[in-house]
C-alpha cells in the first residue's frame, strides 16, 4: 500500500568525485537501466509522490529518467549537500500538492538496494514531528524520513554538512529503526562497489 503521507525526495544533485571522470548516475549493475533511474524505480514502488532533485544543466532522459519525472533544480549544487537540501524543501513547503504531506524520506540517487518494504514499514512509523532513520546491524542508513515541523529548519541548511547538524540538536524527537535489510547501508562511491547482487527486493518482512 502506498502512503500520501510522505514525499520521497531522492538527491541527485551531487558531483560524485569519489566516482572518479564518469557520471556515477548513468552506471550501469546488476539492474535496469542507470543507476539513478533504478534508485528512482526503487521509490516509486513504496511512495505515492516523489521528487528527484539534480542540477540545473541536467538531462533527466540522459540520466535514466521518464520524461514526467518530478524535476526540482538545485541551482547551488555545486557548494554541497546542504546547499541542494535547502533548496528542495524550499520547493516543497510551498508545493500545494503536498500541503496535507506530514514527512519528507530524503533518498540517495545511488542507493538501488533498499528492499521496498523497508521503505513501506518507515512510512507507517513516520509523523510530522520526529526524524527517522533505519538501522541494520547497529549501523544508521537510509532514507531519513523527517517529519514536517524539521521543513523550515531544512531550508536553512547549507555547505556540504547535509542534516547530520540537525539530528544532533533533536536527539529526544530522533529514533532509529533497526530493520533487516542491508541495503539501507550500500551506496555506489566507486566503480568497485558496483561489484554486488541485488537479491530479492520483497521478501516477507517481520515487522
Known amino acids: 500500500m502506498h502512503s500520501e503521507r510522505v514525499v520521497a ?13 564518469a557520471d556515477k548516475r548513468r ?12 534508485s528512482q524505480a526503487k521509490a516509486r514502488e513504496a511512495f505515492a509522490c516523489h ?13 535514466g529518467l521518464a520524461e514526467n519525472t518530478p524535476l526540482i533544480r538545485a541551482t547551488r549544487a555545486e557548494h554541497g ?14 508545493d500545494p500538492a503536498l500541503a496535507d504531506v506530514q514527512a519528507a524520506a530524503i533518498l540517495l540517487g545511488d542507493m538501488p ?4 518494504d523497508t521503505l513501506l514499514h518507515l512510512q507507517r512509523l513516520a509523523d510530522a514531528e520526529h526524524i527517522l532513520r533505519p538501522c541494520h546491524a547497529g549501523r544508521p542508513g537510509h532514507p531519513v524520513l523527517f517529519g514536517r515541523a524539521f ?24 529514533q532509529e529503526v533497526e530493520v533487516d535489510d542491508p541495503g539501507i547501508l550500500l551506496d555506489i562511491d566507486t566503480p568497485a562497489d558496483l561489484q554486488f547482487e541485488i537479491r530479492n527486493t520483497d ?3 517481520p515487522y
Open 203 to 205: 521478501a516477507q518482512a
Open 51 to 63: 521528487r528527484v532533485v539534480m542540477r540545473a544543466g541536467d538531462d533527466p532522459a540522459c540520466l
Open 113 to 116: 538496494a533498499i528492499r521496498r
Open 81 to 94: 549537500l546542504g546547499a541542494s537540501l535547502a533548496e528542495a524543501f524550499t520547493v516543497l513547503e510551498s
Open 27 to 38: 552506471a550501469s549493475g546488476p539492474w535496469e537501466g542507470t543507476l539513478l533511474g533504478a
Open 151 to 174: 521543513w523550515p529548519a531544512l531550508t536553512r541548511l547549507d555547505g556540504d554538512t547535509g542534516a547530520r547538524r540537525l539530528i544532533r540538536q533533536h536527539p529526544e524527537r530522533y
Open 9 to 21: 525526495v531522492i538527491m541527485a544533485a551531487g558531483e560524485s568525485r569519489r566516482y572518479g571522470d
